[in-house]
């Protein structure tokens, strides 16, 4: 059995080709498919994404658009957030959970997170609460899907929509119930990356609301309704042919890939048990009734940095999700909410640290990672 990480082995933190290589043919014929139409601008390629989204997400209404980031932004357009408004986001994300907001002239609201699940802290939002306050964002951080149980009480007691941020969350799942189906609407990014990833950049607005669906149609082609008749300023949010094509083939896919990911996350559990690692890492945790989905398996480290840096020279890769809170992001240094205390965040940075889980990921590597690991924390055996 092997103790110590093996010369002979990488593991790259995601492996994109592996994914493609069995469905290669399949893709290459969606795409020759879109090609002999000459369709490439929305389309019956995109109608049919969105149909098959809607039913795998629960959703009434499914809305392809150019990128997770427009998701966000048309959703938050689509519901009239401007100037004046204020909008509660984790200081703990993606860029765009706060980018967007800010882009319309409205006020992003930090707030700290939880410092089990890394998601947005309900009581944190409870007290963000102000007469300003036009929408709440919980993000849905590493594909586990916030505390909705409690965040949307506090939503509709205050009267405000919830947006509910799925970017890294396609198929995680609270008590049976859908990521994206809960909020006014979800927003979804099918980013290379991500566990469903197109061939660039794409996106997805979900709602049950029929008239909040039908804005955000009308917001992501500039607004026009007929042509050339523009009866509010939208965008160019609309999603490619050629990605929608991709996404139709990889769709069906994304059971089995997210099984996958979640049977790898059972593994690194079992190994760093049996490296006795308890003392030294953090594993996620996936509290109960709610489905994880794995887009990132993100550990809690001491000594952070070094780590990196002995697992790289193990040709493990590794990313940090995220090192510079919104609080301390220098284009946000003169929001009212960037000069509070979010100890919890700052902390995480600090710490965290995103390594391989991708499906295709084999025993050997996980082993080859965590052995690493124990090397570095003087475990090794």
């Known amino acids: 059995m092997t103790t110590r990480p093996a010369a002979d082995v990488a593991v790259p933190l995601l492996d994109l080709v592996a994914q493609y290589r069995p469905i290669r043919e399949e893709v290459l014929r969606a795409i020759t498919r879109v090609c002999d139409s000459q369709r490439f601008i929305m389309g019956p390629e995109v109608e049919a994404l969105e149909l098959e989204l809607a039913?795998?997400?629960?959703?009434?209404?499914?809305?392809?658009?150019?990128?997770?980031?427009?998701?966000?932004?048309?959703?938050?357009?689509?519901?009239?957030?401007?100037?004046?408004?204020?909008?509660?986001?984790?200081?703990?994300?993606?860029?765009?959970?706060?980018?967007?907001?800010?882009?319309?002239?409205?006020?992003?609201?930090?707030?700290?997170?939880?410092?089990?699940?890394?998601?947005?802290?309900?009581?944190?939002?409870?007290?963000?609460?102000?007469?300003?306050?036009?929408?709440?964002?919980?993000?849905?951080?590493?594909?586990?899907?916030?505390?909705?149980?409690?965040?949307?009480?506090?939503?509709?007691?205050?009267?405000?929509?919830?947006?509910?941020?799925?970017?890294?969350?396609?198929?995680?799942?609270?008590?049976?119930?859908?990521?994206?189906?809960?909020?006014?609407?979800?927003?979804?990014?099918?980013?290379?990356?991500?566990?469903?990833?197109?061939?660039?950049?794409?996106?997805?607005?979900?709602?049950?609301?029929?008239?909040?669906?039908?804005?955000?149609?009308?917001?992501?082609?500039?607004?026009?309704?007929p042509k050339y008749h523009h009866k509010r300023i939208g965008g160019n949010f609309r999603l490619d042919a050629l990605q929608a094509a991709v996404l139709r083939v990889k769709a069906p896919h994304l059971p089995a890939w997210t099984a996958a990911r979640r049977?790898?996350?059972?593994?690194?559990?079992?190994?760093?048990?049996?490296?006795?690692?308890?003392?030294?890492?953090?594993?996620?945790?996936?509290?109960?009734?709610?489905?994880?989905?794995?887009?990132?398996?993100?550990?809690?480290?001491?000594?952070?940095?070094?780590?990196?840096?002995?697992?790289?020279?193990h040709r493990v890769g590794t990313e940090i999700y995220y090192p510079v809170p919104f609080h301390r992001q220098e284009c946000f240094a003169a929001l009212p909410s960037a000069s509070g205390a979010f100890p919890v965040a700052d902390r995480a940075a600090e710490r965290v640290l995103a390594l391989p889980i991708y499906g295709e990921l084999t025993e050997e590597q996980q082993r080859h990672v965590v052995a690493a690991i124990a090397e570095f924390y003087g475990n090794g055996r």
């Open 55 to 225: 039913a795998l997400l629960g959703a009434e209404h499914a809305i392809a658009v150019s990128s997770g980031t427009d998701a966000l932004l048309a959703a938050m357009m689509a519901l009239g957030i401007g100037p004046g408004a204020e909008v509660i986001v984790p200081t703990f994300s993606f860029f765009a959970t706060a980018g967007c907001v800010t882009r319309l002239g409205a006020t992003p609201v930090f707030v700290d997170i939880d410092p089990v699940t890394f998601n947005i802290d309900p009581d944190a939002v409870a007290r963000a609460l102000s007469p300003r306050t036009r929408a709440i964002v919980p993000v849905h951080l590493y594909g586990l899907m916030a505390d909705l149980d409690r965040i949307l009480p506090i939503a509709r007691q205050a009267g405000v929509p919830v947006i509910e941020d799925a970017a890294q969350a396609i198929g995680a799942t609270s008590r049976g119930r859908q990521a994206g189906s809960l909020g006014i609407a979800g927003c979804f990014s099918f980013f290379p990356s991500k566990n469903l990833g197109g061939f660039g950049d794409g996106g997805l607005v979900t709602t049950q609301d029929a008239a909040l669906a039908r804005e955000l149609r009308l917001l992501r082609n500039h607004g026009m309704e």
């Open 263 to 313: 049977r790898n996350a059972d593994r690194y559990r079992a190994l760093f048990d049996e490296f006795q690692l308890a003392e030294h890492v953090d594993v996620p945790v996936e509290p109960n009734g709610y489905a994880h989905i794995y887009h990132q398996f993100v550990v809690r480290v001491a000594r952070r940095d070094a780590l990196r840096d002995h697992l790289q020279g």
